[in-house]
């Protein structure tokens, strides 16, 4: 859809950055392919792809993931040992590269691993008292995560990315994940919502920037994926989820149809 559209109306020069993103994209090299020019926030090319770069880093993962696993099954502490060498990494690579920090699987295993050894671990056990007092912690954190301000130029732990906010957001999502969510959330309203959003979140992730930059694209300006007001916002919310939808059950035919 977003390469038809870029024949159409992007200048030859961006074209050839479009299917050379594209390109990186299908070979799982996209964090890499962009790492190799420069900031993921301060572009200054048209890369209405560069939302990709974490699928690069999940792509690289799971041809790790059986390496992983055989290491797990022979040495027991073994995932949150590299979990902690790969957090200091980022931690020290941050202040030298910031690029490097965000891009590249090294500094980004750690959280994966979280997810990995809470998958791979026994149950807590606790009381349901206990559980409701560490989801409160993990709203705590989740919301402290996306309220500390993100410093795009910043080497400091705190305010650059990824830093002190990751983290944050990483233990709020291992919390959830192991606790539970009760199942008389999900049949509330708003937890049907969050069901059925999440059913095609993936296809959101997919559209959104592109979606962005292309409604904002200007001829040799770069990438530009700001809003300027709020019923744009809303109008671009909108067309993005109905897109997405619509690719998600086009998807989903086929799947039925194979």
Do not use: C
Request: proline letters at 3%; aromatic letters at 14%.
């Amino acid at each position: 859809l977003f390469i038809s559209l870029g024949v159409l109306v992007l200048q030859p020069f961006e074209l050839n950055q479009l299917a050379a993103q594209a390109i990186s994209g299908i070979l799982g090299i996209s964090n890499i392919a962009y790492w190799s020019q420069d900031s993921y926030f301060q572009p200054n090319r048209f890369r209405p792809f560069l939302n990709l770069w974490s699928l690069g880093v999940e792509i690289q993962f799971y041809l790790l993931f059986p390496f992983l696993l055989f290491l797990q099954r022979k040495i027991r502490l073994i995932l949150p040992a590299i979990a902690v060498l790969s957090f200091l990494l980022n931690f020290l690579i941050l202040q030298i590269s910031l690029k490097t920090s965000f891009f590249l699987l090294p500094t980004r295993l750690w959280e994966f691993l979280v997810g990995m050894i809470i998958a791979t671990s026994g149950s807590l056990g606790l009381r349901k008292k206990s559980k409701d007092w560490l989801l409160v912690a993990a709203v705590v954190f989740l919301a402290l995560g996306f309220l500390i301000p993100i410093n795009s130029s910043s080497t400091n732990w705190t305010t650059g990315h990824p830093g002190l906010n990751s983290l944050l957001v990483v233990i709020a999502t291992a919390l959830i994940l192991k606790i539970g969510v009760a199942e008389r959330r999900f049949k509330s309203f708003i937890g049907k919502a969050g069901v059925k959003i999440g059913d095609f979140s993936y296809e959101i992730y997919l559209i959104h920037f592109p979606f962005l930059a292309f409604i904002n694209y200007q001829a040799f300006t770069g990438t530009i994926t700001e809003l300027n007001s709020l019923g744009l916002a809303g109008l671009a919310i909108a067309a993005i989820t109905l897109l997405s939808y619509a690719v998600f059950k086009v998807n989903k035919v086929k799947n039925l149809r194979s």
